[in-house]
């Protein structure tokens, strides 16, 4: 089972960038999925998360209203559109999926991991 996460870059500060997340070998269409991310130095950190129904999905304060997770479950994929980045946003991102259908915002309660996209927001 693996989960690959994609769509990182560098951009600047107030662009967008729309991150995807895949899997492989299982579909994660009935469990529920977040996004974290860690940052040089810095602990991994919970930026979104949406559980098996879709909406309404749970945001870190630092980007409410800024970022918005969704997914496609005939696809079984996850999306995390980032607008307005700003540089503090500079992190690995990874999109994680849980055994459970429900939304959590605690990386423990996190069974899956993807291996993580780049980003990076230049001022």
């Known amino acids: 089972v693996q989960l690959q996460a994609s769509g990182g870059g560098s951009v600047q500060a107030g662009g967008s960038l729309r991150l995807s997340c895949a899997s492989s070998?299982?579909?994660?269409?009935?469990?529920?999925m977040g996004w974290f991310r860690q940052a040089p130095g810095k602990e991994r950190e919970f930026v979104a998360a949406?559980?098996?129904?879709?909406?309404?999905?749970y945001y870190a304060d630092s980007v409410r209203g800024r970022f918005t997770i969704s997914r496609d479950i005939a696809k079984g994929t996850v999306y995390l559109q980032m607008n307005s980045l700003k540089p503090e946003d500079t992190a690995i991102y990874y999109c994680?999926?849980?055994?459970?259908?429900?939304?959590?915002?605690?990386?423990?309660?996190?069974?899956?991991w993807g291996q993580g996209t780049q980003v990076t927001v230049s001022s």
């Open positions: 994680a999926g849980r055994r459970s259908a429900s939304i959590a915002t605690n990386a423990r309660t996190y069974d899956y």
């Open positions: 949406i559980g098996r129904g879709g909406p309404p999905a």
């Open positions: 070998g299982r579909t994660f269409s009935n469990n529920g």
